[in-house]
């Protein structure tokens, strides 16, 4: 799809590349990992640049359980470190990123009091499954105990309560009345993954010009000028010098390894799919928590609330990473499966189905470990760069929960190499719209009064709730202009929109639908809503007629073929007569 004479935000940030092709630091791949890194060397005054071939945030991290967690199946690993590390780093999210991160709090229902204390022990010591069976009671106490010595972060969430069957069914009344127990005990939700990592990188966008950030920039090769990045919307090709690269590229590092010269099989990511229901009984049943409980297969599923809709994962399957990443229908029968197991008086089917989506965790290679007792924690490889001098790092493993830790280890190796100290810490540092975000009612109702009385105080509301405190720049850009609702989905309007193109690198009507927004995750989209959509951007981003349609017909396709989400769309970009 070729670019318009007219340029947008976007292509002038990747012309700007080419312009000045060099810098301390190149980072290639643009998820949460590669991000927080490239926030980190930003604020140390670090010439850095982050690519990715596609939007932002659009690989692995746009298919996380929306969960900041401190893992406690990890426990029964002997993964302690990460464990520490996970609650730590979740209980600091929870304070520098209150728009998004917010407690959660997590029902485990049981079935049996001592399944598993067998098995458990072997299981920890050779990370090998054996044979499939439920974690009974006692086991899962043990764990919960354990968890709560972890996070002893003056009560940033309440320890962990264990209840009989009674209790738990008066709490919950549409559980399976087989259980025997109920664990409730609190993690934390992301509820906007997407918009947290777009947080991160404009705070190290804000830090100057020595930190820059492109997307749809793919790196390809290598040679002596440095790393040859083509723009993949105009096809241009250049070479980019940096002194140190490193690639955050995912389940992806060896793929873009080997397109440096430098093969490597550090990884062996699994599949993780996810479904999204538009089901008011079964939201209703949750009672507002996460169910978190294992199947009768020993994977750990989720039935999870989450903007009116409920989300429900994950599974955990091998792939290859040449292959195309989908939910299957499979799939999709598992999860059934799984709600019938946990409310058997809930029918669910696909027509409940208004979202689906899948990624491949950036695990380690694991030969023949189990998949499920793979190490999520991570590890960071050093080589030369090969074809000149410097250095590759690659990052290994790293998961949404420890992003701002492992960004500052990184960063940490990365200023080592350059001979720079650290000058700024991240911990305690609030993110984007968390700086200043209301913390109580009191400071909730003066954060409206100031900004409610130029666009209404529900609309205020609903902007804290979407941007976090940066909805004040946001109120200020839509008040400078005559603005307006959108006819087919009025929760946002067309200046909200203009806003998102001009300021978050929008280069496609897809990377505003599954990421800028989420209103494919709730299942908010219509055929008139895109077309809509690509009349808002058209002007801000140099589409004429037939880009947009072009664009409307590809977000459509994307949609359907990777979400499941089929909104009637032909190849032509029109609308099948009814």
Do not use: C
């Not at 499979?330 to 058997?344: A, N, Q, R, S």
């Not at 202009?481 to 203009?498: K, V």
Request: no cysteine; hydrophobic share 40%.
């Amino acid at each position: 799809m070729q670019s318009s004479p007219l340029s947008s935000p976007a292509d002038s940030a990747r012309s700007a590349l080419a312009a000045r092709p060099q810098a301390k630091v190149l980072i290639i791949g643009a998820g949460i990992n590669g991000i927080a890194t490239f926030r980190d060397l930003a604020l140390q005054g670090v010439d850095v640049t982050i690519v990715d071939r596609g939007d932002f945030v659009s690989g692995a991290s746009a298919a996380s359980s929306h969960m900041i967690h401190g893992g406690i199946r990890y426990l029964e690993n002997g993964e302690f470190r990460l464990v520490k590390e996970s609650v730590t780093e979740r209980n600091g999210l929870l304070k520098i990123a209150p728009h998004y991160v917010k407690p959660l709090k997590t029902t485990v229902p049981m079935f049996s009091a001592f399944s598993g204390v067998l098995a458990a022990p072997l299981r920890f010591l050779t990370h090998k499954q054996g044979k499939a069976q439920e974690r009974g009671a006692l086991l899962i106490k043990v764990g919960l105990v354990l968890y709560d010595s972890f996070s002893r972060d003056g009560g940033s969430v309440p320890k962990h309560e264990f209840h009989g069957r009674k209790k738990s069914l008066e709490r919950l009344p549409r559980l399976n009345p087989g259980l025997r127990y109920t664990a409730t005990y609190y993690d934390a939700s992301m509820h906007d993954p997407e918009r947290l990592a777009l947080d991160v990188l404009r705070d190290g966008l804000d830090t100057g010009e020595h930190a820059r950030a492109a997307n749809y920039i793919e790196a390809v090769g290598m040679d002596a000028d440095g790393v040859r990045l083509r723009n993949t919307v105009t096809g241009e090709e250049f070479s980019f010098a940096a002194d140190v690269v490193v690639n955050t590229s995912g389940p992806w590092t060896d793929l873009t390894n080997s397109a440096l010269g430098q093969v490597s099989t550090y990884m062996g990511g699994t599949k993780g799919s996810h479904i999204v229901l538009d089901h008011p009984e079964l939201l209703a049943a949750t009672g507002g928590g996460e169910i978190f409980f294992e199947n009768n297969d020993g994977r750990i599923v989720l039935i999870y609330p989450l903007a009116g809709r409920v989300l429900i994962g994950t599974t955990d399957l091998e792939h290859d990473m040449s292959q195309p990443i989908r939910t299957t229908e499979d799939e999709i029968d598992y999860f059934f499966d799984l709600v019938k197991h946990v409310f058997p008086d809930i029918t669910v089917d696909r027509s409940h189905i208004v979202f689906r989506f899948s990624g491949v965790r950036p695990l380690p290679r694991h030969d023949d470990e189990a998949p499920g007792f793979v190490s999520r924690d991570y590890r960071i490889e050093s080589t030369p760069l090969g074809a000149r001098p410097g250095t590759l790092l690659s990052l290994v493993g790293g998961k949404w929960t420890t992003f701002r830790a492992l960004a500052e280890h990184l960063s940490g190796d990365i200023l080592t190499l350059l001979g720079l100290p650290r000058t700024v810490s991240t911990e305690g540092l609030a993110i984007g719209g968390g700086k200043g975000f209301p913390a109580t009612p009191a400071a909730h109702t003066v954060w409206l009064a100031a900004h409610g009385d130029e666009v209404g105080r529900p609309r205020a509301q609903a902007l804290l709730t979407r941007y976090g405190t940066r909805a004040g720049a946001i109120i200020d850009f839509l008040t400078e202009a005559p603005d307006a609702p959108l006819a087919h989905n009025p929760l946002y309007t067309r200046r909200e929109i203009e806003y998102l193109a001009r300021e978050e690198s929008v280069t496609h009507l897809i990377d505003l639908l599954l990421r800028r927004t989420s209103l494919a995750f709730v299942g908010g989209l219509s055929v008139a809503l895109l077309h809509e959509l690509a009349g808002v951007l058209a002007p801000v981003l140099g589409w004429d007629a037939d880009r947009s349609a072009a664009e409307v017909t590809a977000a459509a396709q994307e949609l359907d073929e990777v979400h499941g989400v089929d909104l009637g769309v032909t190849t032509a970009g029109t609308v099948p007569a009814l």
